[in-house]
């Protein structure tokens, strides 16, 4: 029985791994904004973010600031500075059409090329509420963008999309949001593993995962503000080009073992002399955790290793979405990191079922 379980588990591993490593027609990107909201490209980000409700230190606030992407929300006081500590991993994208009593009217539209993979229109399956994830499949890869908050969804998972194709309706579906925040929530995502459904199994168990391998969790997302900032100016930026121009915030040395990394398979182009032998594999991430780099190196380990993080002068906590703690040029891992870690190389072990 048991082994009977761990072949089912592989074949499922294989069979997700096919589905995202396939790319059958390759396009070259074309990126569109997905509402009429064009602010970010006139240079008015007040009006194209939504503000979030802030409250710290008996002082209320609405700033727009909360709605890009990066370490942007959750302020804490560290002797006289303020640090932002919680990071936002999408864009806000305000509405600019209401009817009489404030219900957005706005329309969601896909940024690119590519085909729906995932719908989830049930609102409390995620704090996304109602979303969409859109698979793209361009000349550096296959990249997902997700559309979160939606009042409706017009598209079903498997339909063909064009830059500008209706998707749904901007709302204020999911946590903690109100009709006066209404918002599309917008990412662009690098996928991390075909494994990430016992991933989930092993550290969330009993909590179900309601949406496989397009779950949040497995999507890694980008500065796509500053990827659209960028193209502005050069219109053949690519993401593989973009996402190099991006500082480390840490490394990490993880074993390399007799596969091939995933992601390595599915971006090639984050990897550094690949073919060389070593004993191990040195990953740099961004201080979202987005896997910037991967290349080999000669020092031995047996499990993950903190290799490097930047001193930003403040606890490594609050700029790594604490994965590393510690503080001036030391890290150790933390659980969170140690999960993440595991999730982006697809190597952790399954307990046997009792």
């Known amino acids: 029985m048991h082994r009977c379980l761990l072949l089912c588990l592989l074949a499922l591993s294989l069979s997700n791994q096919s589905v995202h490593a396939q790319q059958p027609n390759p396009t070259p990107m074309a990126l569109v904004l997905p509402t009429d909201n064009d ?44 640090v932002l500590m919680a990071f936002h991993e999408g864009l806000d994208i305000a509405p600019l059409k209401r009817d009489a009593n404030g219900t957005p009217l706005d329309q969601v539209r896909s940024i690119s090329h590519g085909e729906v ?63 006066r925040r209404s918002h599309l929530h917008l990412e662009l995502n690098l996928f991390l593993s075909s494994r990430f459904n016992e991933w989930h199994e092993k550290n969330f168990r009993p909590s179900p995962n ?61 990897g550094e002399d690949t073919a060389r032998p070593s004993p191990s594999w040195e990953i740099s991430l961004s201080g979202s955790g987005l896997p910037l780099h991967i290349r080999p190196v000669d020092q031995s380990v047996t499990q993950p290793q903190v290799s490097w993080v930047k001193d930003t002068g403040i606890p490594h906590v609050y700029h790594t979405r604490k994965h590393v703690s510690g503080s001036g ?12 870690v ?11 079922p009792k």
Do not use: C
């Open 39 to 82: 602010g970010l490209l006139r240079s008015d980000e007040p009006g194209f973010y939504m503000f979030v409700d802030r409250n710290f230190e008996k002082q209320t606030s609405t700033p727009w600031e909360g709605g890009q992407y990066g370490y942007v929300r959750g302020p804490v006081r560290l002797g006289s500075k303020v």
């Open 329 to 340: 040029g030391k890290g150790t891992l933390t659980a969170s990191g140690i999960r993440h």
């Open 210 to 270: 309601a949406h496989g391998l397009y779950n949040g969790l497995n999507l890694a997302g980008m500065d796509l503000a500053r990827l659209y900032l960028e193209r502005q100016k050069n219109p053949t930026l690519s993401v593989s080009q973009f996402v190099r121009t991006q500082e480390p915030e840490w490394k990490v040395i993880v074993p390399r073992r007799n596969t091939t990394l995933e992601l390595l398979q599915n971006y090639p182009w984050l």
């Open 117 to 179: 993979v995932h719908v989830s229109d049930q609102p409390g399956a995620s704090n996304y509420g109602r979303y969409v994830v859109i698979r793209h499949d361009w000349t550096d890869g296959a990249f997902y963008s997700l559309y979160a908050h939606l009042a409706r969804v017009d598209v079903q998972p498997g339909r063909p999309v064009l830059p500008g194709t209706p998707i749904g309706i901007l709302g204020y579906s999911g946590v903690g949001l109100d009709k």
């Open 342 to 352: 595991e999730l982006i190389t697809s190597d952790f072990l399954i307990a046997a």
